[in-house]
């Protein structure tokens, strides 16, 4: 089965630095990724996704994530963090049948 | 606007009743899933539909139903046999791959 691991529960960083936000993913095959992120008591928004390709993908809100297949990682980078950014931040993994299997969780504290 | 609409946002339910959440969307999408959210859990997948008059169990889909008899719509119907129905629970939809999601809706056995 696929599945992805978010090793940090929560993630600290100041405004103006930038942010990482870690996942590792273990699959059979070619993994699809992706990232979304979710404000307090509303759905889920996509972010970007990994199919093919370049390694970097650049997403929405000046988000990337960097694809390592050597480290089965796709972390989520930002280069200057805004304290807006401050969410809770899933990374997905597609499984067959065309469904998303995601990880725990983790929150994104910016602070000014 | 195109989008999924969830309600009641908010719905409070008493033990040994069942409880039905809508979802209905308008991008033209043929698949739509349900999820539910725990505090450090992440997302659960409890049902998915490919196409109309079709549905599949996702992992945790005891005590749960739903239908799928138009393209637009996809209840959940929280049933009396579910040990620990309090969650966000999520709808989403897809055409091509990433997951589209609505607002959720909050259930709270009182």
């Known amino acids: 089965a696929q599945s992805v691991a978010q090793p940090e529960d929560q993630v600290n960083v100041a405004e103006g630095n930038p942010l990482t936000v870690k996942c590792t993913y273990s699959v059979s095959g070619n993994p699809y990724l992706f990232w979304y992120v979710q404000y307090p008591n509303r759905g889920l928004q996509f972010l970007l996704k990994y199919i093919t390709g370049d390694n970097l993908v650049k997403g929405s809100y000046g988000f990337e994530a960097e694809f390592n297949k050597s480290q089965t990682s796709f972390h989520l980078k930002k280069p200057s963090a805004l304290v807006s950014d401050s969410a809770l931040y899933f990374c997905a993994v597609r499984e067959y049948g065309n469904k998303l299997v995601f990880g725990a969780g983790t929150i994104l504290r910016v602070k000014s | 606007d195109g989008g999924i609409t969830q309600s009641p946002k908010y719905l409070f339910r008493k033990e040994g009743q069942n409880v039905t959440l809508s979802c209905e969307q308008n991008?033209?999408?043929?698949?739509m899933y349900w999820y539910r959210q725990d505090p450090g859990q992440g997302l659960r997948l409890i049902y998915y539909s490919q196409i109309v008059n079709d549905f599949q169990k996702g992992d945790i889909a005891e005590g749960y139903s739903v239908s799928r008899e138009k393209k637009e719509s996809f209840p959940l119907t929280v049933t009396s046999a579910q040990k620990n129905p309090t969650a966000f629970y999520l709808c989403?939809?897809?055409?091509?791959?990433?997951?589209?999601f609505g607002e959720g809706s909050r259930l709270t056995v009182l």
């Open positions: 991008l033209n999408h043929d698949a």
């Open positions: 989403a939809s897809s055409l091509t791959g990433e997951l589209f």
